[in-house]
């Protein structure tokens, strides 16, 4: 999964700040868990087999809670509004409202969430960011990448 961020805010130094925290083991690499507090994560996809794969992905991860998770946009909504998150990440395609106004409604809260857009198609990021995402991640693309985004998070002030 490739990362596009707005520069300036999410800077390559996000990233390389999360980097600075991997163990290679075997081959594969890992996010150490550093004493932190844990990173809040909800995840809204239409599918359910991707739904269920991202969140799989996430409880393997030793520094991510996972928040909740949602099938379309009220549902995401509503858990925005009665759980904390951190880290929103939300398929483009997720129904029930346009994305810009779902990124609106989501970057209106308190405190305010850092939102991920996922979509299949790289070329949709500039669409994405336009509309107010954080970041985008593209599916076809390494896994690495949207773990990589989600820990930026923890650099974005």
Not at 23 to 28: A, F, H, K, S
Not at 41 to 59: E, F, H, S, Y
Request: hydrophobic share 40%; net charge positive.
């Amino acid at each position: 999964m490739r990362l596009a961020g707005r520069v300036g805010r999410h800077s390559q130094k996000s990233l390389s700040t999360a980097n600075q925290h991997r163990n290679l083991r075997g081959g594969g690499s890992e996010i150490l868990y550093i004493g932190c507090d844990l990173i809040r994560v909800i995840v809204a996809d239409p599918n359910a087999q991707t739904l269920r794969a991202l969140t799989t992905m996430l409880r393997e991860q030793p520094d991510v809670s996972l928040a909740g998770e949602a099938a379309g946009a009220e549902e995401l909504l509503s858990l925005a509004g009665t759980r904390r998150a951190d880290v929103i990440l939300v398929d483009r395609l997720l129904s029930g409202c346009p994305i810009a106004t779902l990124l609106a409604k989501l970057h209106a809260r308190i405190p305010r969430p850092f939102v991920i857009v996922m979509g299949s198609q790289p070329a949709h990021s500039r669409w994405a960011l336009n509309a107010g995402a954080d970041a985008f991640v593209s599916k076809g693309d390494d896994p690495e990448w949207l773990l990589e985004s989600i820990h930026s998070y923890v650099n974005k002030e």
